[in-house]
């Protein structure tokens, strides 16, 4: 198993570009979450998923779509980026919560100009 | 809402234990969790405890909840090196979010 992947690692953008942020896992793992990670603030529940087809807002979802057509898949849009943005973005699947382990991708580092 | 607060550093001498600790605010969490980050990767579950429970131990790490006071606590027994990294304490309650503190940075000098 791959486990969770994310594409890409670093990416630069200018202000007002969209992307979207991929987050891939082979686990067959039901619950997925996107959080952000900025200095001193630990991590930030974007958006998450407790299955295909269902997604809601977390803490700081403004700015931000999400969505979850296949169980494996939950791609991250930034629709016009700003530089409050510019943070590192970590993806994370688990079973359900609980006493499942929440299972992180290695992150992507997002710079907005 | 929901609040979870830890102090951002600690720095311990190698061979020293080391307390890292931790507050929230719901009341209704279910379990309580620690994360380790190591630079440059996601973040690793270390442990975790429910809330039913007041303390767990697991080789060298233990974990202590006083439920009254919200005040969870990740002591590591005869710190290394390698346990250089941020912890995160976490909290799920009775919704499908698992919320974060703001990480604590642990340092270990030999």
């Known amino acids: 198993n791959a486990g969770v992947t994310q594409t890409p690692k670093f990416q630069v953008l200018k202000t007002g570009q969209s992307m979207t942020l991929q987050c891939a896992q082979d686990m067959n793992h039901e619950y997925m979450s996107w959080y952000r990670q900025d200095p001193g603030m630990g991590l930030r529940l974007i958006h998450y998923?407790?299955?295909?087809?269902?997604?809601d807002q977390g803490e700081v979802p403004n700015g931000y779509n999400v969505s979850r057509s296949t169980t494996e898949d939950f791609p991250l849009r930034l629709l016009s980026a700003a530089p409050s943005q510019t943070s590192v973005y970590f993806c994370?699947?688990?079973?359900?919560?609980?006493?499942?382990?929440?299972?992180f991708g290695p992150g992507t580092r997002l710079t907005v100009l | 809402g929901e609040d979870v607060e830890q102090s951002l550093f600690l720095s311990v001498r190698e061979g020293d234990s080391s307390v890292i600790n931790c507050t929230y605010t719901d009341s209704s969490s279910t379990y309580l969790y620690w994360y380790k980050q190591e630079p440059g990767a996601g973040l690793q579950l270390l442990t975790y405890?429910?809330?039913?429970?007041d303390m767990k131990q697991d080789q060298r790490l233990t974990v202590l909840l006083n439920k009254k006071d919200k005040h969870l606590s990740l002591r590591i027994a005869d710190t290394q090196t390698g346990d250089s990294a941020i912890y995160f304490c976490a909290e799920s309650g009775n919704t499908d979010k698992l919320i974060f503190g703001t990480g604590t940075r642990l340092q270990v000098f030999p």
């Open positions: 994370a699947s688990s079973p359900g919560l609980g006493t499942d382990t929440q299972y």
């Open positions: 405890i429910f809330s039913n429970m």
């Open positions: 998923s407790v299955g295909a087809g269902i997604t």
